[in-house]
């Protein structure tokens, strides 16, 4: 059930007349956002419902005991058995089939012929996201963040809260928790603010779904020109970014309308001026989850930074996928990462960024969103001989001679889109609140929009970030 | 700039705890604001897929079907359902007229339908059958043309984006719901298409730029002066004859032409200028650049060339067979004429129609009559790598498949009477 379809509408429409005119005081509202989630999620798969819900009640009562017991020890080996569940849910539904075959993998090439089978275990959606989210409670209350709840509903209802459930942003307990239990009532501003959300998530998704064959002609099909090449990475950068922000604004824009507020989770990211600032820019939730519970477990920047860098980017590059791809794609990112810090401790860096001043900036502006697309290669090829041969593409080496004597007009459709894609997002973070303040001007946008994605909108692609 | 959408500070104001009046004015405030959005963007999109009448010819065929059960009930019902290879080459009222020339009272229909893979033309034939079945009517003959290229594998592959569309066109309400019950997200979906988009699913538009980059990809940019030359003079050929046509026909192959029961000509009815302008039309050559690209277009689209069948579609294509069967007195599978100068099978691709066309034989008993490497045709009769011209080839097609069925249709009558 996309947010995207017809189906998601219907759903959307029952669930809101319930929440704002039949179930009145907190209880039932808090059973029917449970409820309307778990439904929500039977969408999918429904025999994955037990999983959701055993992760969630595992971390409910772990965060109990560890909020009960006074003993350091103790508190730990709760923590560990937090950390051993949710992982260990992680390991057997996502990477189980990924280890076997790498070991396998491993043999063959030392000469033996390994002969187990693999388990196809089918991944159930938005496991990542919501077993990071469960995670993260039980450490906040492990640290003194925040305190174990008592009412298993409220929390159940907060892990499946549907507008993130499957593909994010990554809450965190103090985040989400706290509304549910004070259940904030939607305001007209803020319900418009929801509607503009919903409608630019929507556009951009559209957009991204109109990238989807620019992209295959880089990445699934023969060969082809240098441009060609270009123009699908491009293709490719455009569309994860429409596809999974546009998905996050709408979940945010969802929970406006319903009276809660989630946390963004993009920031322009195509404009990031370094590495480093790429990240605070591109799935935040994500970013932030990995630095506070993972880099800074690690050592952070205390010791050995560029070790615990590379441990986290590695890991969070597996986090979206059992793939070597993924990996290499988060190894790339760390190593881009600490040679950003390394060379800005370099004096003779500073002298010439202090000089060139916002001269530097297109450069270094360029230069980042080369290296990303770089990037978005290991991302997107199938394996790593493909993206190997396409960086090779990229820069002239055995490419198509000639490209197609319509990709130029694709290119040019492509960087269109793209542009498009971050001057919605900008106009909507610097006149946003000026626009929807104008009734006149507010509604007959939304409609605009709104008809654009109806019109040629492709409700049956799924959002890429639904496989992680 | 901030770049913050959803920031604490930018929402701080905008979120507070209402009384329970307040809140009920917002929410109404929220449900009527859907309602009106979501209800003028759909109304807006249902008249403008109505404007862009995307399934003039399967809407239109659908609509007539009462028709056909109901009409002429006294006389000898023909009915060639095919593809858009049909549609170009069957004229109704050239066959009933050699017929009648042959002494047969027949009325015929031009059932072909561009685009539509035997999986689709299977639920075509299903609404066919009904409305004979609900008038208690049969067809005296019914030719159904396979057409190889439609049943492969990349046939399907390419046409996808089609099925939605298809599906929610040519299925009934309750077929519908029974694809709802079964996996609620695209019964969802294809009911919006049915009754919300008017018809006209969002892939159509979205997967058109791939589309159309394919088809400008195999499209030479700069063609010789001489090629551009000929392109011109098929264009200014093709506007004088369509200048001269009749009253309410045209060339059009995209709507139903009731009164023609879904051919595109009378010839009967055109004067003898417009047969002139016929003629001169006919008589500019091809362009082999156009063909080229053409052919290329059928080989990434439809594997013309090696013909690597889709077992999904060739099984469609047997129940479609038993369909329409259940409903004709007589019926038969016939391959059209193939442009021999571009499409040339190989031995491999041959032996697998050959083994796709036994199948067919052995699973419905129906004869194939294979008109693919007729002599009577010749390449110039043909306006692309596949279409009969509607100049030379419609003409011939006709009358030969008139000729050929006029024993079987005269045994049929006699039976009768």
């Known amino acids: 059930m996309l947010f995207n379809t017809p189906l998601f509408f219907l759903f959307f429409a029952g669930f809101f007349l319930l929440h704002a005119f039949v179930f009145r005081g907190r209880q039932p509202r808090l059973w029917l956002i449970l409820v309307g989630s778990l439904v929500f999620y039977a969408g999918w798969n429904y025999r994955f419902i037990p999983l959701l819900l055993f992760s969630g009640c595992a971390d409910y009562v772990l965060a109990r005991a560890i909020a009960r017991t006074d003993r350091p020890v103790q508190k730990k080996r709760l923590l560990s058995l937090s950390l051993f569940v949710n992982l260990g849910v992680l390991a057997v539904f996502k990477y189980s089939d990924f280890a076997l075959a790498s070991v396998a993998d491993l043999l063959s090439a030392l000469g033996q012929e390994p002969s187990w089978p693999t388990l196809q275990v089918v991944l159930p959606v938005g496991i990542s996201f919501y077993t990071f989210q469960s995670l993260s409670y039980t450490i906040d209350v492990y640290r003194g963040d925040t305190e174990a709840r008592h009412s298993l509903l409220t929390f159940l209802a907060a892990l499946s809260f549907f507008p993130q459930l499957v593909a994010g942003p990554i809450l965190r307990a103090r985040q989400l928790l706290p509304q549910l239990e004070s259940l904030p009532s939607p305001t007209w501003a803020g319900a418009k603010h929801g509607f503009a959300l919903f409608t630019l998530g929507l556009f951009k998704k559209t957009l991204a779904d109109l990238l989807a064959s620019s992209v295959g002609l880089a990445f699934d099909g023969p060969r082809v020109s240098v441009l060609e090449t270009w123009t699908g990475v491009l293709a490719f950068a455009a569309q994860i970014y429409g596809d999974f922000s546009g998905y996050t604004d709408m979940a945010l824009g969802l929970a406006l309308l319903l009276g809660f507020r989630l946390p963004e989770n993009f920031r322009l ?81 500073e002298r010439v960024r202090s000089r060139a001043g916002r001269w530097l900036r297109p450069l270094q502006w360029a230069l980042t969103l080369y290296l990303v697309l770089l990037g978005w290669v290991l991302f997107r090829s199938s394996d790593l001989t493909t993206a190997w041969d396409l960086f090779g593409t990229l820069h002239g080496a055995h490419a198509a001679a000639q490209p197609a004597s319509v990709a130029p007009w694709l290119l040019v459709f492509v960087v269109f889109a793209s542009v498009t894609m971050h001057l919605v997002d900008w106009v909507q973070l610097r006149f946003g609140d000026a626009i929807e303040a104008r009734g006149w001007l507010f509604w007959p946008l939304v409609f605009l929009f709104q008809l654009f994605c109806f019109l040629v909108g492709a409700p049956s692609d799924a959002f890429i970030y639904f496989q992680f | 700039m901030t770049p913050s959408s959803t920031s604490s500070s930018e929402l701080d104001g905008r979120y507070q705890t209402l009384e329970p009046g307040r809140r009920r004015r917002v929410d109404l405030g929220i449900a009527l604001a859907c309602v009106l959005v979501f209800g003028s963007v759909a109304g807006t999109h249902h008249l403008l897929a109505g404007l862009l009448d995307f399934n003039g010819r399967p809407a239109g065929l659908l609509e007539h079907l009462p028709q056909l059960a109901s009409d002429h009930r006294d006389r000898q019902k023909v009915v060639v359902f095919g593809s858009s290879m049909t549609q170009a080459a069957f004229e109704p009222a050239l066959f009933d007229a050699r017929l009648d020339e042959l002494g047969l009272d027949v009325v015929s229909y031009n059932h072909g339908v561009g685009n539509l893979n035997p999986e689709y033309q299977e639920i075509l034939s299903r609404r066919i059958r009904e409305a004979l079945e609900q008038e208690d009517e049969t067809l005296a003959l019914t030719l159904v043309e396979l057409t190889p290229f439609q049943a492969t594998l990349t046939r399907s592959e390419f046409t996808a984006f089609t099925r939605d569309q298809n599906h929610a066109l040519l299925m009934t309400t309750s077929e519908l719901c029974d694809v709802a019950l079964e996996d609620p997200d695209r019964g969802a979906r294809l009911l919006t298409i049915r009754h919300v988009r008017n018809g006209l699913s969002a892939e159509l538009l979205t997967s058109l730029p791939g589309i159309l980059y394919g088809a400008l990809s195999n499209r030479d940019p700069s063609p010789p002066p001489e090629l551009r030359a000929l392109e011109e003079r098929r264009r200014e050929a093709r506007s004088r004859f369509e200048a001269l046509l009749p009253a309410g026909t045209s060339l059009d192959t995209d709507g139903w032409n009731a009164g023609l029961r879904g051919g595109r000509l009378d010839r009967a009815r055109l ?147």
């Open chain 1, 269 to 349: 990211p195509y404009l990031a001026t370094s590495p480093v600032d790429f990240w605070r820019r591109w799935h935040v939730s994500l970013s932030t989850w990995l630095r506070d519970y993972l880099y800074i477990s690690l050592g952070g920047n205390r010791h050995h930074r560029s070790r615990n860098i590379m441990i986290t980017m590695a890991l969070g590059g597996l986090w979206h996928g059992a793939a070597w791809t993924f990996v290499a794609w988060g190894i790339f990112h760390g190593c881009l990462l600490v040679a950003t810090h390394r060379l800005a401790e370099l004096p003779f860096v």
């Open chain 2, 271 to 417: 004067s003898a200028k417009a047969r002139t302008a016929l003629e001169d039309w006919g008589a500019v050559p091809a362009n082999p650049a156009r063909m080229r690209a053409d052919l290329q277009r059928r080989v990434d689209q439809g594997d013309i060339l090696e013909l690597h069948f889709d077992e999904t579609q060739v099984q469609a294509f047997i129940s479609l067979v038993k369909n329409l069967a259940s409903v004709s007195d007589t019926i038969e599978v016939i391959l059209l004429p193939q442009n021999t100068d571009w499409v040339r099978h190989g031995p491999q691709a041959r032996a697998r129609l050959d083994a796709v066309l036994t199948r067919i034989t052995a699973e419905t008993g129906v004869r194939v009559r294979d008109l693919q490497h007729d002599s009577r045709f010749t390449p110039r009769q043909f306006v692309d790598t596949t279409h009969l011209s509607v100049q030379e080839g419609a003409e011939t097609f006709t009358t030969i498949l008139a000729e050929i069925h006029a024993d079987t249709l005269r045994r049929a009558s006699d039976a009768r009477y």
